[in-house]
């Protein structure tokens, strides 16, 4: 079992920047492949970015490649998520999840966070 907390949502200007934070519990953190998706009103959920176990693969939807990074402190079980130069289509809420792989997929996820909500104003 992995239970994902995040954090670090909120108000942002567009072209500002925020970083979302995903906290996991469990011993195993390292043999989880880790992802960000987000869910925007009226929308079906979608995948943004994941990260393999030792974090040297990342792979990130065409919409956000160059403005946002992903990154993992195995240490910390922590995930981390910076956003850069934010748009208005941004605004969703974001949510962690991971799955028991040393891929790095874009689906399949088994665990998943309770999601933090980003708006960002134009």
């Known amino acids: 079992q992995v239970q994902l907390v995040e954090s670090g949502g909120g108000l942002v200007q567009a072209g500002g920047s925020l970083r979302l934070s995903c906290s996991a519990s469990g011993r195993t953190f390292t043999s989880y492949a880790m992802g960000w998706f987000r869910q925007a009103p009226g929308k079906e959920r979608e995948f943004v970015t994941a990260?393999?176990?030792?974090?040297?693969?990342?792979d990130y939807a065409d919409s956000v490649k160059g403005r946002f990074t992903i990154s993992r402190d195995n240490a910390k079980n922590t995930v981390y998520l910076q956003m850069n130069n934010l748009k208005p289509e941004d605004t969703a809420v974001y949510y962690c999840?991971?799955?028991?792989?040393?891929?790095?997929?874009?689906?399949?996820?088994?665990?998943w966070g309770q999601g933090t909500q980003v708006t960002v104003s134009s």
């Open positions: 999840a991971a799955r028991q792989t040393y891929m790095t997929p874009r689906g399949g996820y088994n665990y």
């Open positions: 990260i393999n176990w030792r974090g040297g693969n990342t």
